[in-house]
């Protein structure tokens, strides 16, 4: 099911703007009609882990114009099959759309598949998907997570190699973890049309915020002499990032993959990544390696590839950095909080309540002044509450 090809419609677009500014006429915002589409594609997510637990996700993909996002695709019988041995490992769902193995040891012998029915189809034929069977690749360590101050801010590298010269084709990803702060030390809380003292297990200031790798990290040693990987960037920290403020760590993942995997992966980054300019390459498709067994034709999207991961995990402190000036995350909030002085006629405690009463702001501190007194000082709730961007549990892991 090739893709149409745009090249030709863009360019003429372009022409007619540039007509159009000749002429010095207005130009209206262009919106093309997308053509909603009345059955969604399956996506298969993950890959069999050959030395651990597996996780796949089921989803379907959803029009551009939706808001509510991937449909999962729910209670549907999931397993790793082996080739020719009659091996068969269950995955059971522990979310809607996402299945979990048990923790398992594969034979690097054998190849293997993932196999499954969906739910509205389980016992039907037409519901019948699978991988093609793939060898076990297998990732050598990480050799190192390191970094440099580069004149742009900071880089992370990954490195790695394998003396054998079997893995060739590398991919990874990412989780981070920083601590940040809000834009305000509250002390206080109001509740119950009351204000009282914060206690130290309400606290709200100090958080951690974790999220996964944004974009796609893949590289290649074919070409080189060596199958050694030797400072692949994998994440850039601007000058005094938000990241870096007090401290930073990130758990990397390493997989290995075979050529055909890596083209996949390579044409995924280019539709997703690098698609925006008439310079830009084309659109091309990336079905993968997942087929509806009784009707090949059906477009199933995603690649599940069979090997093991390594992982390393880095901290990085902000008193091994510069001295840079770094930015919040708060700069919307101002440096300070706003006062809330008692106002002539009206009591206090009402004040306070048209203040404090809907929740939208926190108190911060009290404060006093000859012309007012003891009074408050206020922030917005989403400057305040730094559990609206992360969490104040501290993680596992944290040095």
Not at 32 to 37: H, S
Not at 102 to 124: E, G, H, I, K
Not at 366 to 382: A, D, I, K, R, W
Request: proline fraction near 7%; glycine fraction near 8%.
């Amino acid at each position: 099911m090739p893709l149409p090809d745009f090249r030709l419609s863009l360019l003429s677009l372009s022409g007619i703007l540039l007509l159009g500014l000749s002429l010095g006429g207005c130009i209206d915002p262009f919106e093309p009609e997308v053509k909603v589409q009345d059955t969604k594609a399956l996506v298969v997510d993950g890959f069999i882990n050959s030395n651990g637990r597996t996780t796949i996700r089921l989803s379907h993909t959803y029009d551009l114009e939706s808001t509510a996002g991937p449909l999962t695709e729910d209670k549907a019988q999931v397993f790793i099959q082996g080739q020719g041995n009659g091996e068969e490992y269950l995955l059971r769902e522990v979310k809607g759309g996402t299945y979990v193995s048990d923790s398992l040891v594969l034979n690097p012998a054998v190849q293997y598949r993932l196999f499954f029915r969906t739910r509205d189809t389980r016992q039907q034929p037409m519901g019948q998907y699978a991988s093609t069977y793939a060898p076990v690749k297998t990732s050598p360590p990480i050799d190192a997570l390191t970094w440099k101050v580069v004149p742009r801010g900071l880089e992370l590298y990954a490195n790695t190699h394998d003396e054998t010269g079997q893995s060739v084709y590398y991919r990874w990803d990412y989780t981070e973890t920083w601590e940040f702060t809000s834009a305000g030390l509250s002390y206080f809380v109001y509740e119950n049309h009351r204000m009282r003292r914060r206690r130290p297990d309400e606290d709200i200031y100090h958080c951690w915020q974790t999220v996964n790798s944004p974009s796609i990290r893949l590289t290649s040693t074919k070409r080189l002499a060596q199958d050694q990987v030797k400072e692949f960037p994998l994440i850039e920290f601007v000058e005094g990032d938000t990241r870096l403020r007090y401290k930073y760590s990130v758990l990397v993942r390493q997989y290995t993959m075979s050529a055909e995997e890596y083209q996949y992966w390579e044409t995924l980054k280019k539709n997703t990544e690098t698609i925006g300019s008439l310079f830009d390459p084309l659109p091309s498709q990336s079905l993968g390696n997942i087929r509806n067994l009784n009707k090949p034709t059906e477009p199933v999207l995603g690649y599940v590839g069979v090997g093991s991961m390594t992982q390393k995990r880095i901290f990085i402190s902000y008193d091994e950095l510069p001295r840079w000036q770094f930015t919040t995350g708060y700069e919307s909030c101002g440096s300070l909080p706003e006062d809330v002085p008692p106002q002539e006629g009206t009591p206090y405690f009402a004040v306070l309540e048209e203040m404090f009463g809907n929740g939208k702001n926190i108190p911060i501190s009290q404060n006093f002044t000859e012309e007012f007194g003891l009074f408050f000082t206020s922030y917005p709730v989403e400057c305040a509450d730094c559990t609206l961007r992360g969490t104040t549990t501290r993680p596992s892991f944290w040095q």
